[in-house]
């Protein structure tokens, strides 16, 4: 799970062009270094705000649909095919992240591609030196790394610098690395990043470094602590039934205007239920509680990829817990594994 190692990054004036090592399609007399190239740049985008068209009406929870609910494809792949042979076999891609290439994205977004079957360490190297991702402003020190035998992963080491423009070019296919190439392309909007230390239960949302509102919170109570660490936005609803079948403390709720942080369930919302504990004390479930005001104003404002950093919880996130998770990995053992570099 945790991963190191240096990678030199090198600031092009108008863009940064980031390979796992050399061979990747540009030239680069820094073995196992970072090679880099000027690439045209953007202009900035617009501060667009995104609509989430799935989300529900607020009907019982007889009458929602299972997207209203929140279903979700399954993460798992079990493809019906016998187990690669690696030396003569393409890797299958189960899931690639980001997907949408017009809508903006946050600057914690994390680049992560989950093949079907373990890839051997000897194969990871050829992939990472096949993708190249590439910027629109210079964004320091970078690399792919592995977090697992089947996750792919690429972040800089701090967070994207907002109004980016972002591409990898990937040159698998043709290589017979994998069974196609993805198609990864993403902006970066403004910056905007929501920290919450659990001893003082107020956050603070900074958009470009200026602090644009204080937001009282309830955290986890004992035994339902919400996870320190790195989180992003992945899914947004207006309306979320949440369920606990128990048997300790169950419930089945419909909670307005939800956000979702992790895959196993932790969300900042709406909780009217919980007004008088909002920066007073954590008596949450797990989620981060909020005013309506508060969570409508999330819930019209925030981009899949903004970070939500939660502090001094005592219980740390598991770096699997959506991509915004691999944040929380730290630097010397991210690089670690990054085969190219090896």
């Known amino acids: 799970m945790r991963l190191a190692g240096v990678i030199a990054g090198i600031a092009a004036l108008a863009a940064v062009a980031i390979v796992g090592g050399v061979a990747l399609g540009l030239s ?3 073995t196992g270094s970072t090679a880099v190239a000027s ?31 929140g279903a979700e494809a399954a993460r798992s792949y079990t493809p019906d095919i016998n187990v690669l042979e690696w030396d003569k076999d393409p890797a299958l891609i189960s899931t690639i992240y980001p997907t949408r290439v017009k809508d903006l994205y946050g600057v914690g977004t994390v680049i992560r591609i989950e093949f079907a ?11 990472e030196q096949a993708a190249t991702v590439t910027a629109s402003k210079p964004f320091g020190i970078a690399a792919w790394s592995w977090p697992n035998d089947t996750t792919m992963a690429f972040r800089p080491k701090e967070f994207w610098p907002a109004y980016t423009d972002v591409k990898v070019d990937f040159d698998w296919k043709k290589n017979g690395l994998a069974s196609y190439d993805p198609k990864v392309k993403f902006r970066v909007g403004r910056e905007l990043i929501f920290t919450i230390p659990a001893d003082k239960l107020v956050g603070k949302v900074k958009r470009d470094g200026v602090t644009l509102r204080k937001v009282p919170v309830s955290l ?3 035994t339902w602590e919400t996870a320190s660490g790195v989180k992003t936005i992945l899914e947004r609803y207006e309306m979320k039934r949440m369920v606990n079948p128990g048997p300790r403390e169950p419930y089945d709720v419909n909670v307005p205007y939800a956000l979702r942080l992790t895959p196993s369930g932790e969300y900042l919302h709406a909780a009217p239920w919980n007004l008088y504990n909002l920066g007073v004390a954590s008596t949450s479930h797990g989620c981060t509680n909020m005013s309506m005001e ?16 939660t502090e001094g919880t005592g219980v740390d996130l598991d770096w699997y ?3 915004g998770a691999m944040w929380n990995i730290d630097w010397a053992d991210w690089t670690k594994r990054s085969f190219s570099l090896a």
């Open 39 to 69: 690439i045209v740049t953007p202009s900035p985008v617009e501060d667009d705000v995104l609509v989430d068209d799935d989300a529900s009406d607020g009907a019982e929870p007889v009458a929602y649909t299972a997207e209203q609910m």
């Open 28 to 30: 680069s007399p820094w």
């Open 321 to 323: 817990e959506g991509p």
């Open 117 to 127: 079957y373990p890839v051997p360490d000897k194969q990871k190297a050829k992939l």
């Open 294 to 309: 508060d969570a409508i104003w999330f819930y019209e404002n925030a981009f899949e990829g903004d970070p939500v950093i």
């Open 220 to 222: 986890g109570k004992p």
